[in-house]
């Protein structure tokens, strides 16, 4: 059964049309044919659902135009994996798989700002030599910016493949060292940092690192972020906003937030552990190479914070929108495409 929590986007559709040049005056009745935008925002929805979704949320310009919440599918294993329970209201508390490294790489760009974290320097600085199978010289390369950026050169098993900087490797078991270079650097464990840098300032009131179950120790990434679909929006609103809170408080310099989506050298479509539309080459998490933006139907201005089952956050400034949408794997292989055809249409 659907458990339908807000949903503004139709009421929205008609309040914009009803505010164009040369449109009547009188409302539409419950009878008329529907509007384009409502039909399209119809069909949005509807596809989103039907792609095995449990959340998925739409904002522009600070108004939450869909809000919707289902229930996920009972017989899917990864995904069961990956739920915590419900929050009060019903909602699913999902792991939101590889969407944590955006959050940890705002983390970095604080702590940074804090003058705790220099990304510039050795990974050695902080995790001692022999963090890696690499030879010494290789090893004394990696920098920590390379790991924000999928290039220190090593594979998943930690052994050197190319000097760093050099190759995009996407590589979450190396990434998830990140955390421990962010909790020597700062003297806190991670959960403190992200409670107070990140989840209480932006009332993140549902969202905490938690261990994951042993069926996902392969990954090589000890503990996940569990959230909600309105907390990721939170987050990705403050990105939005440059780096501020609601209230107008600064979490993240400019300067540091720019540098997140800064193209790297080794891949046009990621920069620190964000995506990015809009390159002229695209290199995907599985090593996959193609001329073009990393999502061709989406502005190129696009960032996103992405995770394993079509976990997503898109960051759009030029059409000031937050979208997040969680749930299990979606059954369209081009889901992200086909979403922002439907999306576009339903804006425009």
Known sequence: MKCKILVRSLAAAVALLAAAPGAGAQPASDTAPPSPARAAM???????????????????????????????????????????????DGVLLEDVASQQKSFIAVLAGIAVDKRLLDVEAPVSRYLGAGWSKAAADQEAQIRVVHILTMSSGLDERFAYVAPAGTAFLYNTPVYAIAKDILSVATGQPLEILTQDWLTKPLGMDETEWRKRPPALAG?????????????????????????????????????????????????????????????????????????????????????????????????????GLVVVRTGAAASDGDFDEQLWRRLNAALD
Request: proline residues 5%; without cysteine.
């Open 42 to 88: 119809h069909e949005l929805v509807a596809y989103v659902e039907s792609q095995n979704s449990t959340g998925f949320i739409v904002i522009q310009d600070g108004q939450t135009l869909v809000e919707e919440s289902w229930p996920g599918p009972q017989d899917d294993r990864m995904f069961a994996n990956l739920v915590h329970g419900h929050t009060a």
């Open 219 to 319: 990954v090589g990434n000890a503990t996940g972020l569990v959230t909600t679909p309105r907390d990721v929006a939170k987050f990705g609103q403050m990105i939005l906003d440059g780096g501020r809170t609601a209230d107008g408080a600064r979490l993240i310099s400019r300067t540091q937030l720019d540098a997140l989506f800064t193209r790297s050298g080794a891949n046009p479509a990621y920069g620190r552990l964000w995506w990015l539309n809009g390159g002229d080459v695209a290199i995907r998490a599985d090593g996959a190479r193609h001329e073009g933006p990393l999502i061709r139907a989406a502005p190129s201005d696009l960032a996103g914070a992405f995770g394993a089952l079509d976990r997503r956050l898109y960051v759009v400034p030029s059409r």
